[in-house]
């Protein structure tokens, strides 16, 4: 049972380009979750989606950010227009279900770097 | 509480002792939660997890205190080892979004 992949591992974007993350769940796991990281700082929430539904979007930035979670294929966390503030490492989460009791398994993320 | 950008406190401890790390968390109303460990250049790691019902939960090496009546969760490693080496993250779970700590940087001295 692979864990959660995540694509590309690495990826350099230069400023005004636009970058796509991709996160395929564990098999089972229905709900997804997005954090972003900067070097040495902790998690931040961005957004949580379940199949064809974003159900949270509250820590995503409002303009240039959007995620979705189709009901065939990968999460994709979608970044248009990308600035150097943009580098960080965007971790991807899933879980069976929500709610109390529920662990959420991590990928290896992705690190973006803005050129 | 949810990380606010602040830079990672570092704790660092002989190799062979034991090893504490605190969390404060943010909403009372969390019933669930997890302590993480992360190492450099990987996603982060489940340790162990404890409930609000509960305010002390052992795994091996491994214990999770929790005081609800002041919002406080802590992480404390046994004989700790050169491969404890990570940063640590508690989180908190009320209702669907997990939400993390600032994370703490555990260095172990050989």
């Known amino acids: 049972n692979a864990g959660v992949m995540q694509n590309p591992r690495h990826l350099v974007r230069r400023r005004g380009q636009e970058a796509r993350l991709r996160c395929s769940p564990m098999?089972?796991?229905?709900?997804v979750y997005w954090y972003r990281q900067l070097p040495e700082e902790g998690l931040k929430f961005m957004v949580y989606?379940?199949?064809?539904?974003?159900?949270?979007e509250s820590g995503m930035p409002k303009e240039r950010f959007s995620a979705e979670f189709p009901k065939e294929g990968p999460s994709i966390l979608r970044i248009q227009q990308v600035v150097r503030g943009d580098s960080a490492a965007y971790f991807c989460?899933?879980?069976?279900?929500?709610?109390?009791?529920?662990?959420?398994?991590f990928g290896q993320g992705t690190r973006l770097t803005v050129v | 509480g949810e990380s606010v950008g602040l830079h990672l406190p570092t704790l660092s401890v002989q190799e062979g002792d034991n090893s504490i790390i605190n969390c404060a968390y943010s909403?009372?109303?969390?019933?669930?939660f997890i302590w993480y460990k992360q190492e450099s250049g990987k996603g982060p790691q489940f340790i162990i997890d404890?409930?609000?019902?509960?305010d002390k939960r052992q795994g091996q090496r491994v214990t999770v205190l929790l005081n609800k009546t002041v919002k406080h969760l802590s992480l404390q490693i046994a004989a700790t080892q050169p491969g404890d080496s990570a940063v640590y993250f508690c989180?908190?779970?009320?209702?669907?979004?997990?939400?993390f700590g600032a994370g703490t940087r555990l260095f172990v001295k050989a």
């Open positions: 989460a899933s879980s069976k279900q929500t709610g109390s009791d529920t662990e959420a398994f």
């Open positions: 098999k089972g796991h229905s709900h």
């Open positions: 989606l379940q199949k064809e539904n974003i159900i949270d």
């Open positions: 909403n009372s109303a969390s019933d669930y």
């Open positions: 404890i409930r609000s019902n509960m």
């Open positions: 989180a908190e779970t009320g209702g669907f979004k997990t939400i």
